[in-house]
């Protein structure tokens, strides 16, 4: 697989080479979610709020894998998802970040046109199937919904206290490959919004090769806050080649005959 990116020669526009299925599929991510109009998001009012169980981590690697950066607990991690469309119980596996060279771009999924610049990725997998018993297995299964990731928007405004442990430690994670284990406890839950009620969902897939279509994507309403220092943080961190990562998302993808349901009128 020829190493995939975001610059002209390995973007987005070439992944298909590798992974057909980012021309072929009809159910990829992100998209441009559209609140008003015929193709727009509908409100459905059987949508309860997410529930997400997020104990503090206390061990954990933070790592820089060349085209974003993530927070993986160990295996043992207990954190749990229920609660919205799911009908499952799903367990944590990690988070990442996309984010733009500027603060107009930068997300992956877009409302009515709009990129935020960054958003945030917490990636879960259905730990009650029967077909599965780890993320791996998830991911290759053809289960429309063996993953589900939460997406947050980023926008700039006032420093993110709960944010600070992670982009305090970007600078430590400059090379891409690099990755350290990460000092103390992280408190999750106290970056996201108290309530989780107000969001899009619709079935789509991975976001980067192998664009697997096994996602079922809750992305929420609400953009967390971070200030303009912590998103130059993110702007720092290297690709590999000598650059800085400046624009690690993928453009919307067509919806076809999908439809994206909303939590909120
Ligand atoms: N941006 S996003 O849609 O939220 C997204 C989430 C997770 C991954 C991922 O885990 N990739 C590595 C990875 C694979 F791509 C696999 F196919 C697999 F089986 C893995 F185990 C694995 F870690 C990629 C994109
Ligand atoms: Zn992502």
């Known amino acids: ?18 992974c ?30 997410v529930i997400v169980s997020y104990p503090a981590f206390s061990e954990a690697t933070f790592l820089n894998n060349g085209h974003s950066v993530q927070f993986q607990p160990s295996a043992g991690n207990l954190s749990e998802l229920s609660g919205g469309p799911l009908t499952k119980k799903y367990k944590f596996e ?16 877009r ?57 305090d430690l970007l600078s430590k994670v400059k090379n891409a490959g690099s990755s350290v284990s990460f000092p103390g406890k992280f408190d999750l839950k106290a970056v996201l919004p108290e309530t989780l009620t107000d969001y899009y969902t619709y079935d789509g897939s991975l976001t980067t090769p192998p664009l697997a279509e096994c ?28 650059k800085p990562i400046t624009g690690n998302y993928r453009p919307p993808c067509p919806l076809h005959t999908r439809t994206v349901a909303a939590s909120f009128k």
């Open 1 to 18: 697989m020829a190493p995939w990116g975001y610059s002209k020669e390995n973007g987005p526009a070439t992944w298909h080479k590798d």
């Open 20 to 49: 057909p299925i980012a021309n072929t599929g009809v159910r990829q991510s992100p998209i441009d979610l559209i609140t008003t109009g015929q193709t727009c998001a509908k409100y459905d009012s059987n949508l309860k709020p």
């Open 94 to 109: 990690q988070f990442h970040f996309h984010w733009g060279n500027n603060d107009s771009e930068g997300s992956e999924h």
């Open 111 to 167: 409302v009515n046109g709009k990129m935020y610049p960054a958003e945030l990725h917490l990636v879960h997998w259905n730990s009650e199937s029967p077909n599965f018993s780890s993320f791996q297995e998830a991911v290759g299964s053809n289960d429309p919904h063996a993953l589900c990731v939460l997406g947050f928007f980023l926008k700039v405004g006032a420093e993110n206290a709960s944010l600070k442990p992670i982009t």
């Open 215 to 242: 996602v079922k994507w809750i992305v929420f309403k609400e953009p967390i806050e971070v200030s303009t220092a912590q998103m130059e943080a993110f702007r720092a961190v290297d690709d590999g080649h000598g």
